[in-house]
């Protein structure tokens, strides 16, 4: 072997690149452990972000790397899944039970953000992650709606919290699952703000790798106090490529950077349109409006959605695409999305504040 020391094992792999998303192992992952015994290479790796439906091909790429580095004839790689608590703005507390919040946002509505939560969330469950959302947009919630639990409420066991609704192996929270669906929300800033903060800590949540919110459309007072009481590991902005989506979806980055969250990237929903009847696929809101937010702010492209009717059928029945039909090439587009915003998440600077007891300082009498 021309590699023969676990160090240089272990440095070695953190170095390659996984074709999965884009990002180095060390940056997504851990090397937990290593052995070289003869022609036989064993190594521990654990992933900080679910796909486990990739793991065949992250195995085989990362075998195929190892022997062409080492000339081990024999590679037993161990892969696992550890998602662990990143930080959040560092004047706020996690959420009991939530290890990770990710607001999904847009600067104007109408993009499909909605949707683009629903399925991301529920390609991360599929994949092997405890998730939840929260239906922040309190003036015209839909996930009750896209989830198919319409008329169902959370209960309560002590008076004080509530339990959340399941749906699709999701657990599930709306001001909608609260009031009549034909009730408007005629409520100024603070009573939106305030609505919010109890929906998401009285929320007995339980156990979350990520809790995805659905951030109400727009960058405005209520907006950008949801961003400074609610604490988030990370944001993603959906926008559709056209121009005047795009404006507001730069406007939506910068509110996040202003506030010192982190912003994983930009998802393109609309990206085409797929015809039902021929298959043809055409850009018809034109194209290259995400590329230039990438360029302009540094940041990456989370993945590209398609226009299409089953979409828009699947999340009017309650049963979103990724859940509806997870075989389809548009939920294999959420899937690869989801791979993406994990791994953006796993390579943000890990929590290390559970570790440590409160410090008490008593002064001398």
């Known amino acids: 072997m021309t590699v023969s020391t676990e160090s240089d094992v272990s440095k070695f792999l953190n ?7 884009e990002r180095k192992l060390g940056e997504v992952g851990r090397v937990s452990d290593t052995e070289v015994s003869g022609d036989t290479l064993r190594t521990r790796i654990e992933l900080g972000f679910p796909c486990n439906s990739a ?3 992250i195995r085989a790429q990362i075998s195929e790397a ?3 580095e080492t000339g081990a004839k024999n590679v037993e790689i161990d892969l696992q899944t550890k998602i662990v608590r990143h930080g959040v703005q560092r004047n706020l507390k996690p959420i009991d039970g939530v290890k990770n919040l990710i607001a999904i946002a847009s600067g104007k509505g109408g993009v499909g953000k909605s949707t683009v939560a629903a399925n991301v969330a ?3 469950s599929r994949e092997g992650a405890s998730v939840g959302i929260l239906d922040a947009d309190i003036y015209g919630p839909s996930q009750p709606h896209m989830m198919g639990i319409v008329g169902e409420q959370p209960v309560s066991e002590d008076g004080k919290t509530m339990l959340p609704l399941r749906a699709h192996g999701l657990q599930v929270m709306s001001i909608g699952a609260l009031i009549d669906p034909d009730q408007p929300m005629v409520w100024r800033g603070p009573m939106v703000t305030s609505a919010l903060s109890q929906l998401t800590h009285q929320t007995v949540w339980d156990d979350l ?3 995805i919110v659905d951030m109400p459309p727009g960058t405005g007072d209520i907006q950008l106090t949801l961003a400074q009481q609610v604490p988030v590991s990370g944001s993603v902005i959906v ?3 056209q121009n005047i989506a795009t404006l507001d979806a730069r406007k939506g980055l910068a509110m996040f950077r202003k506030v010192s969250i982190p912003v994983f990237g ?14 043809h696929e055409e850009a018809i809101f034109g194209s290259g ?3 230039q937010i990438v360029s302009d702010f540094d940041v990456r492209l989370l993945g590209q959605i398609p226009l299409d009717s089953r979409i828009r059928e699947q999340t009017d029945a309650g049963r979103p695409t990724v859940v509806a039909e997870p075989e389809s090439s548009v939920a294999a587009a959420y899937l690869r999305t989801a791979w993406q915003v994990g791994a953006a998440q796993a390579s943000q600077r890990t929590d290390h504040s559970s570790k440590f007891g409160n410090i008490v300082v008593e002064g001398s009498k």
Do not use: F, K, R, W
């Open 15 to 21: 170095s390659i690149e996984l074709l999965l998303v």
């Open 55 to 57: 793991h065949e091909l």
């Open 66 to 68: 190892l022997q062409a």
């Open 122 to 124: 529920l390609a991360l």
């Open 209 to 211: 790798d990520y809790l």
């Open 239 to 241: 926008t559709t490529p």
């Open 266 to 279: 930009v998802i393109e929903n609309m990206s085409t349109h797929i015809c039902s009847a021929c298959g």
């Open 289 to 291: 409006g995400a590329d």
